[in-house]
């Protein structure tokens, strides 16, 4: 049992008034600082390479859409927002996406596509805005998700500069002996030059 002692009360609190007053000029030098509320959507959000938005597709710089319709971000996606048919194609990829849907009512901007595609082909932009008159308008088909990767430069780049941290970082002791070569640490050359790298 913990037995919980009740602070003693100092003579300005068991007077009560005074700390009424101080409370009040706390409230009254407030009323006068600097208003840090920002005037939304008049003053818009400041977006940075970090700021998670909707996910988009990358329209490569030839035309195409990166994405190969493997369906891991569908798999990965915990909302379920993401619905993808695939298709054959005459190029050299063979896959792409027929269909490619995400609901953004269902998606909550978690950012596990873009983790899991292996591909670079989802990533999530910097649109956060979203209004419209039904529920059928916020699914987005394909052409509607598609964005040229020149758009989504900044945010592909701080992606793959996180991958490279990742890459290069000292595996855990507990992957030792799992996967990297007899006797060697984790942080010796022999695992280090085992480890995936980035291309
Ligand atoms: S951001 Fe998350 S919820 Fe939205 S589509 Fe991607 S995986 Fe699904
Ligand atoms: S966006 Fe990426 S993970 Fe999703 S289906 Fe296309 S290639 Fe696969």
Redesign the pocket.
């Known amino acids: 049992m913990v037995i919980v002692k009740r602070k003693e009360l100092s003579l300005s609190e068991r007077l009560y008034v005074p700390e009424i007053v101080r409370g009040l000029s706390i409230t009254f030098r407030k009323m006068f600082e600097k208003k840090i509320t920002r005037q939304y959507p008049e003053e818009p959000l400041v977006k940075t390479e970090v700021t ?1 938005g ?2 988009r597709l990358v329209v490569k710089d030839d035309g195409a859409i990166a994405c190969v319709s493997c369906g891991l ?1 569908e798999a ?7 619905t993808i048919d695939g298709g054959e194609t005459d190029r050299p990829i063979e896959r792409e996406p027929k269909r490619f849907d ?3 009512l ?9 983790e ?1 595609c292996p591909k670079d082909a ?1 990533f ?1 932009s910097d649109e956060l805005e979203l209004a419209d008159y039904s529920r059928q308008a916020l699914v987005y088909d394909i052409e509607k998700l598609k964005r040229p990767a020149a758009a989504m430069r900044r945010r592909i780049e701080y992606v793959n500069r996180i991958n490279d941290r990742w890459r290069d970082a000292p595996r855990p002791p507990m992957l030792v002996g799992r996967d990297a070569p007899h006797g060697a640490h984790a942080h010796s050359p022999a695992a280090a030059a085992q480890r995936p790298h980035a291309s």
Request: proline share 8%; hydrophobic share 45%.
């Open positions: 998670r909707q996910p971000c990965a996606c915990p909302a379920y927002a993401i995400i609901d953004m269902r998606c909550i901007l978690c950012g596990f596509c873009e899991a989802i999530m």
